[in-house]
């Protein structure tokens, strides 16, 4: 951390990413100072930094691939790139985040219908939880403000596999099957994640650099003590 002046290093295992907060397209000169300086680093300790799977992102509206030149390295732009399990892409849309997560579910609904007359409904209950439902709550406060239609493809299937682990008709009410599968709908249960997410920054049972993110402010109300809301910091 010590090394990076002009970026916020984000470590995990072998995997790492930097934030700049300040990017000139017409010269990304602070990136490559960072790069150049990060790359020596390396060198002194022995390490090597894997170009293949180096890439840079902007965020922005900016259609178009550009590069980067470091020390005779091309560093390219990508628009869509896949860290700690989130599907990133450059304008923040989260598009293909939620592809990313039909597709695992796709897979699982279909392990789940081909085993459903070989298993009883308590295993079926066991394997919907498990191994399906982690995939719908994984970072879903994050990419919750994708749009709504997207939103939605993700409750029709939520409402299948409910519906697989009954063993019930595709016309069963919703509100019967996720009684049965003691479960919330799919846009409540987002809300409550992201409520308990707030509620722990409130009562600051959370790290400090998630505190820091947002800050104690009025409005909203006429009553002084009903007006007092967290907001988003903006960087």
């Not at 907060?21 to 000169?29: A, L, Q």
Request: glycine share 2%.
């Amino acid at each position: 951390q010590n090394t990076c002046h002009l970026s916020i290093p984000f470590l995990f295992a072998d995997d790492g990413a930097l934030l700049f907060k300040d990017i000139d397209r017409n010269s990304y000169m602070n990136m490559q100072i960072e790069l150049l300086i990060i790359k020596k680093w390396l060198e002194v300790n022995k390490l090597s930094l894997n170009i293949e799977k180096t890439e840079y992102m902007v965020f922005d509206k900016h259609e178009g691939n550009e590069l980067i030149l470091v020390n005779d390295i091309l560093i390219y732009e990508c628009k869509t790139i896949k860290y700690l399990g989130l599907m990133l892409d450059h304008r923040l849309s989260f598009t293909d985040h939620i592809e990313y997560v039909k597709k695992k579910i796709s897979k699982r609904i279909n392990a789940m219908y081909k085993s459903k007359c070989l298993l009883p409904l308590k295993y079926r209950k066991m394997f919907a939880n498990a191994l399906v439902l982690p995939v719908f709550d994984y970072l879903d406060i994050i990419y919750n403000r994708a749009c709504k239609s997207r939103l939605l493809e993700l409750d029709i299937l939520y409402k299948k596999v409910a519906k697989i682990a009954l063993d019930v008709p595709k016309q069963e009410s919703s509100l019967t099957v996720y009684k049965d599968m003691k479960w919330l709908p799919l846009h409540l249960r987002r809300q409550l994640h992201t409520s308990n997410y707030m509620f722990r920054i409130i009562k600051e049972c959370c790290p400090h650099d998630m505190k820091d993110k947002f800050k104690y402010t009025s409005g909203g109300s006429r009553i002084a003590e009903n007006c007092n809301l967290y907001v988003r910091m903006i960087p």
